[in-house]
C-alpha cells in the first residue's frame, strides 16, 4: 500500500502570501523615502541650498549630491507646505510605481531596456 504525503496547504499558501506583503511594505516604504528626498533635494537645488551646504562636494558640483540631500535642505528657512509637500511626494511616488509597471511590462515582454532612471540614480547612491 503507498504512502500518501499530508502538508498543510493553507499555511504554505498563507506563509507566501505574508512574505509577499511583507516584501512590498519594505518596497513601499524605500520608495516613499527615495521621492521625499528627491523633493528635498529639488527644493534645495532651486533655492541654492548647495551654496551654504557643510559638504564641500556639494558646492562644488552646485546642486546637492546624494550624500547630503538633507544637509542641503535643512540649512534652507523655505519650507513647502505641507499639503504641497505631500503632493509632490505622491507625483514622485507614483512616477516610480508607473516606471517600475512599465518595466515589468517590458520584462514580461524580453525586453532588454535599462533601468529607469531615479532607479539608477537610487543605486549609485546605495552604493556610495
Known amino acids: 500500500m503507498a504512502r500518501t504525503?499530508?502538508?498543510?496547504?493553507?499555511?504554505?499558501?498563507?506563509?507566501?502570501?505574508?512574505?509577499?506583503?511583507a516584501a512590498l511594505a519594505r518596497q513601499t516604504d524605500a520608495d516613499w523615502e527615495r521621492a521625499q528626498l528627491q523633493i528635498?533635494?529639488?527644493v534645495s537645488d532651486v533655492h541654492r541650498g548647495f551654496a551654504c551646504c557643510p559638504d564641500t562636494r556639494?558646492?562644488?558640483a552646485r546642486?546637492?549630491?546624494p550624500a547630503a540631500y538633507l544637509a542641503c535642505f535643512d540649512i534652507l528657512r523655505v519650507r513647502l507646505p505641507y499639503a504641497v509637500e505631500q503632493e509632490l511626494i505622491e507625483d514622485v511616488y507614483a512616477e516610480?510605481?508607473?516606471c517600475r509597471r512599465d518595466a515589468a511590462k517590458e520584462k514580461a515582454g524580453h525586453s532588454s531596456s535599462p533601468l529607469p532612471l531615479w532607479e539608477r540614480v537610487a543605486a549609485r547612491s546605495a552604493d556610495g
Not at 504525503?5 to 506583503?21: G, H, P
Request: charged letters at 40%; proline letters at 0%; hydrophobic letters at 40%.
Open 5 to 21: 504525503t499530508i502538508w498543510d496547504e493553507a499555511f504554505l499558501k498563507q506563509r507566501a502570501v505574508n512574505a509577499r506583503a
Open 40 to 42: 528635498k533635494r529639488e
Open 58 to 60: 556639494c558646492r562644488r
Open 63 to 65: 546642486r546637492c549630491l
Open 96 to 98: 516610480m510605481q508607473a
